[in-house]
């Protein structure tokens, strides 16, 4: 068999009683779309009394070109013989798979794919949880060159991805082995901040996590709060020395903040005594100290900055008050104050000085406004007519104020007609255990393109249109590319205009979604005929023609 000397990837596999999962694994392996002459796989038996020495054995005698088996004394975690496996990897790229868990059959192929078409360094591998938690939102979609500064990428810190083998070697990366869990956090950061690539295969499932029905993961196993604390104080000490103070140094400590210390005060905090409470509080508090900076706070939520502070001041009743709200729901409908939201939460007092600082929820308001939707779009000469509902998340209607915008795609130009506000009493919402009423929500509006621009005709072009709320001084804006109601149509059916101008222009008007935006394309008829064609049809207008002097 010809076999390239140097193989595309090495598959390590660390392997301890891994039985039965182990056959399911290599079976997974065997069927990979790259081909078996394109991988390697070096497996090391971690002390296995399982018998998953042997069947790796007897792999290795049926594929001794590209499989390597090497049996050590139990190391007591996954680091050593992922270490053991990365000393006799020859592969371009290497691939962390545990001995328990399965490949999707095209994984590989599509990794390799990736990388080699950006140059990355790192590919990160769809997962999929089998009766266990994975990341999700990360593998939303396919990324060529993703940044590590924002977003999901450095909340996914298990091993299993394609590394390029190079960048590991140079910088002498391995998994620290004094660590029996959470030593992938260490390798992964640093093989990311290393990195000058990381890509993100989102469109196929790669990795298939297993969660043993033996709980033989050794993650499975609970942790405690002192040993989070101080593994997490390792991970950070490490990312600060690594990086500049910045954006990026702030969002990669905020991720241990949240993971390993905010998250770990729960539904067991409040049900602990007030002894263990104190103990837990007094624990975490010098590092909520050192790590929640300004800059980390402004990124948690109000419910973790609320926690941070309650660690910080040493508040440990307060504490548990705030984290039973955060289970319930978070009770309480939001407050309005010179055009900003604030949360309701059981603590601080409304008139204290955190209160402002740390209650303030408008961005988020804001982000997730206006809650929208379009139940009617027609047109009626030079108008067009707009009805539907529109409001501000979580700040009364009383007195809202809708404006349809129409904004030039080309940037710049602006302009906008205030809608007539219809009253919608039977517009209530329900946020956790809150009932939110609406009441002035819904809106008709008539867009007259003889006169939208400042008592002028609209100029020709492409015109987004959205919608302005504005309600107790608290105002958003929101496309309705995906907010037109089931009796819309998505076809964009063209219109024919005749607005104010030189001799009247004859134009043509053409509405509906297009790149999650819904878009007015307004441009000059060729001809008259054209411009009564799209009104009337072809047929129609040749009748006219026929009978009218058009000159």
Partial sequence: MNVPRTPRVSLVVPVYNAMPYLEQTLASVAQQTIGMDAFEIVAVDDGSTDGSGEVLDRWAEKYPWRMKVIHQEASGGPSR???????????????????????????????????????????????????????KQVFAKNVDKAD???????????????????????????????MRISEDQHFVARAYLHSKVISVVGD??????????????????????DVSLRQAAEMVEMVTGMTEPGPLRDHLVCRHVRVEMLRRFD?????????????????ARPYAQQWVTPAVLAKLSVAERLVAHCLREGLVEELADVVAWDLAGRPGKARVRDGRVYAAPPFPSADSAEYERLCDITAVTVGASPRRWVDRLAWKGTVLELSGYAYVDQVDTDDLTTDVVLRDARGGREFSVRAEQVPSPHLTVSRGKETYD??????????????????????NGDWRISLRCTAQGVSAEGGLGAALGGRISRRADEHALSLPGPGK???????????????????????ALSAYAVSIGWKAARVVRARVDWQ
């Fill in 267 to 283: 539904a067991r905090f409040v049900a602990a005594d007030e002894a263990e409470r104190a103990a837990l509080v007094e624990l």
């Fill in 148 to 178: 590590l500064s924002k977003g999901d990428i450095y909340y996914t810190l298990m091993p299993f991805k394609l590394f390029r083998r190079g960048l590991l070697e140079k910088h002498g990366l391995r998994f620290p082995e004094h």
């Fill in 204 to 225: 196929y499932t790669c990795y298939y996590v297993v969660k043993r029905g033996d709980d033989g993961n050794i993650t499975a196993d609970g942790i405690d709060l």
């Fill in 81 to 135: 013989p992922r270490n053991v496996g990365l000393d006799h990897a020859e592969g371009t790229y290497v691939f962390f798979l545990d001995g328990d868990d399965c490949l999707g059959p095209e994984a590989l192929e599509r990794l390799v794919a990736m990388a080699e078409k950006n140059d990355s360094d790192v590919v990160l591998a769809k997962l999929v949880g089998v009766g266990r938690r994975v990341p």
């Fill in 438 to 459: 609406y009441g002035r929500a819904c809106f008709r509006a008539v867009v007259d393109l003889a006169t939208v621009a400042d008592g002028g005709a609209l100029p």
């Fill in 505 to 527: 222009q004859l134009r043509t008007g053409r509405v509906g979604p297009r790149g999650g935006e819904l878009v007015l394309r307004l441009k000059a008829a060729p001809s």
